[in-house]
Every structure is written in structure tokens, then in C-alpha cells.
């Protein structure tokens, strides 16, 4: 089982379901949710897990490329993920008319948002930072 406190987890590659669930049970009704972290953190792996634990069945991988990727939960619920790693300005990002997405009221789950950080109303946002550690991640929830 992950090592966990109120607001942080430890948790192994072996644990990714159990920490995707725990960070669902933090999001509670948010709806824009930010993951920050180094390159290779596990950001992406981390979100596939919470998407599966949504009752996605389809194959997740990263949108870099496309910058969004759109899933159904079982529920019928939509689940945008972001990718802005590879953006090289502001207007790429409104080319695909993201203010469409973050206020469509879908769980909007956004890679690398420091790039976009002046589009995204603190308020709104819920973020998480990930930590890689040898074989563990350390996943915060960042309060301000």
C-alpha cells in the first residue's frame, strides 16, 4: 500500500492504480486539474491510471503531439488530458480553442501548465506536483 499523509503519497509503480484513486478522492468537484513535474516524472503514467480508474477502456497515451486527447468514462463522462510540453507559444493554445475545454465543466487533467499558467485562473485549478524518487514517486497536492 502507498505511503500517505493528508495531502502527500509515496507510492511505487506497482501502487499506480491506488494512487490514481487517492488523487480522485482529492479532485473531488474540481474540474481543471494541473500536474507538475520534471521530465520523466510520470505525469503521463499518473494520468492514464486516473483515467483508467474512470472507467475508460480504450488505449491512453500521451497527446504531445495533439496537445488534447478526449476519452469517455463509463459513465459517459467526458475527460479532456492536456499535453503542453511541446507548445512554443499562447497561441497554439487558443487555436485549439481551449477556453471551449476549461469550461465545458469536463475534467480537464493538463500536463506542464506552467506553460499556459497565465490562461489558467489559479482559483479554479487544483495542482499536483510529482516527484520522482529511485523506484518511488512522490505525489503532493499543492496548496496555496
Not at 480504450?58 to 469517455?72: A, C, D, G, M
Not at 497565465?118 to 497536492?141: P, T
Amino acid at each position: 500500500m502507498p505511503n500517505s499523509n493528508e495531502n502527500s503519497l509515496v507510492y511505487g509503480l506497482e501502487d499506480l492504480q491506488k494512487a490514481a484513486s487517492w488523487l480522485l478522492t482529492k479532485i473531488g468537484s474540481n474540474r481543471i486539474v494541473c500536474f507538475t513535474g520534471q521530465m520523466g516524472a510520470g505525469k503521463t503514467s499518473l494520468i492514464a491510471a486516473i483515467v483508467k480508474e474512470l472507467g475508460v477502456l480504450e488505449p491512453i497515451s500521451s497527446p504531445t503531439f495533439s496537445l488534447v486527447n478526449e476519452y469517455k468514462g463509463l459513465d459517459g463522462k467526458t475527460i479532456y488530458h492536456f499535453d503542453f510540453y511541446r507548445i512554443n507559444s499562447l497561441e497554439e493554445v487558443y487555436d485549439i480553442g481551449y477556453e471551449d475545454y476549461f469550461e465545458s465543466g469536463a475534467l480537464c487533467l493538463i500536463e506542464w501548465p506552467e506553460k499556459i499558467e497565465e490562461l489558467l485562473a489559479k482559483e479554479n485549478c487544483l495542482y499536483f506536483a510529482i516527484e520522482g524518487m529511485d523506484l518511488e514517486r512522490k505525489l503532493s497536492l499543492l496548496v496555496s
